[in-house]
């Protein structure tokens, strides 16, 4: 299942660009009493020809509110919103109330694995239903909030939501000012750590690891993606994980890992506006969400996630991560992403990913060339460094010159001829 969890979470980054889907259930007289605005990614373990895969996909904008949504009829029925898409799925957040708080009491899954957009070659075909409990809650009279990823893992499928909204017994019809603030997005962050190779620190502090020399940059490892139309995603780089642990003994290590491009093995997937990159290497897997603006003709890398096993002695060796709200290797389609310089992708305060030398295209590429580059900041900010040091410099030297020459002017008219 950790490999579900990975993919599901990235499936959830694709949905960011998009921006939450909202939804709303009214009473027999037209008044609301649930307003729903989020994304929600899913990502879903099937079989297909005796083999594992994973299907990933978010929740479309064009989803519906269903007739078996309701407003809840006191104490003999309570609220839902039951959310349909695609060919017989549904997503059903079922409410209640207990004191002065509603919540998600229950979520409730129905997917047709005979949808062969979704799941593909699949060798099922009937409609499954998982169902869990939930800690989604809020004050009464207030909206819930939450910006960052919550995650609900069941049995063969997981949930991501973020950039949630909602509210139900609403009595208005509309969002309430006050609202409840998720945990997720009430954790403090930490320093971010420095990026070294492969190794677990020990004997380090209970705050934070030990800081460590700087390591060899990572070799550049040629990946691609194909998709309908050829190559989709056109990516050099080395790769660079970090990531910071608790240890059983409450200390925290460090864990970090360069990836050897020839043993690093490569997937992924593409439609006309999004798609992934998906890298394993050992027992660690990576993977990059691309998204495409069509306004604005950009395309950029949306989310980063990460899942891998850690030392044993670290508190829980399963380590997933999930940012699903990045804007990075942002680049006009038809041209290529380049940067020089290190970039350290903050997939969470204990995640980093560190890319050298990328160079990256998605989308429009023509057969397995890169198309015109855009350089990064860091490399033009590197490039005027210089070039302000030498104008400065040159300026320097002309503000001698010139001093030079007016002094030695002035000491020739001091000079009388007999």
């Not at 995603?233 to 608790?246: D, E, F, K, P, R």
């Not at 949306?302 to 508190?315: D, H, Y």
């Not at 940012?323 to 290190?342: D, I, P």
């Amino acid at each position: 299942m950790a490999g579900a969890r990975g993919l599901l979470a990235a499936a959830a980054l694709l949905g960011f660009l998009q921006a939450s889907s909202s939804f709303e259930v009214k009473d027999s007289s037209g008044k609301v009493c649930i307003i729903a605005d989020l994304t929600v990614a899913f990502s879903v373990e099937y079989k297909s020809n005796g083999q594992k895969e994973f299907a990933h996909f978010f929740l479309p904008q064009n989803a519906t509110v269903e007739s078996q949504s309701s407003c809840g009829n006191g104490n003999k029925s309570h609220p839902i919103l039951v959310l349909g898409f695609g060919a017989g799925h549904s997503l059903s957040l079922n409410f209640s109330e207990h004191a002065d708080n509603y919540q998600v009491e229950e979520l409730v899954f129905h997917y047709n694995l005979s949808d062969a957009t979704l799941f593909h070659n699949s060798t099922a075909g009937e409609v499954k239903k998982v169902s869990h409990k939930t800690t989604i809650q809020a004050h009464m009279g207030t909206k819930y909030r939450c910006i960052n990823a919550k995650h609900v893992n069941m049995k063969s499928v997981n949930i991501t939501f973020s950039n949630v909204t909602l509210e139900a017994y609403l009595t208005n019809g509309t969002f309430s000012t006050n609202k409840t603030e998720c945990a997720e997005d009430m954790v403090s962050t930490t320093a971010i750590v420095p990026t070294t190779p492969k190794q677990t620190t020990s004997q380090v502090p209970t705050t934070s690891p030990a800081p460590t020399a700087s390591p060899p940059n990572p070799a550049v490892g040629k990946y691609n993606v194909t998709g309908p139309n050829g190559t989709c995603v056109l990516a050099y780089m080395g790769l660079q994980l970090n990531i910071t642990y608790q240890k059983k003994d409450q200390k925290m290590g460090l864990d970090l890992l360069n990836f050897i491009p020839q043993n690093t093995t490569s997937s992924g997937r593409c439609d006309n506006t999004s798609a992934f990159l998906n890298l394993t290497f050992e027992k660690t897997r990576v993977i990059f969400y691309f998204v495409l603006n069509a306004s604005t003709e950009k395309y950029f890398l949306q989310g980063v996630n990460v899942s891998t096993t850690l030392p044993s002695e670290a508190k829980d060796p399963k380590f997933e991560a999930w940012n699903n709200s990045m804007s990075e290797l942002r680049a006009t389609v038809g041209n290529s992403y380049k940067c020089s310089a290190e970039e350290n992708l903050q997939v969470t305060d204990k995640a980093l990913v560190n890319v050298f030398n990328v160079q990256i295209q998605v989308f429009k590429i023509d057969g397995d060339k890169f198309g015109a580059v855009e350089e990064c900041q860091l490399d033009e900010n590197n490039m005027l460094i210089p070039i302000i040091v030498g104008a400065a410099l040159a300026g320097l030297v002309l503000i001698v010159l010139i001093a030079y020459l007016i002094g030695r002017k002035r000491s020739h008219a001091g000079y009388q001829t007999i």
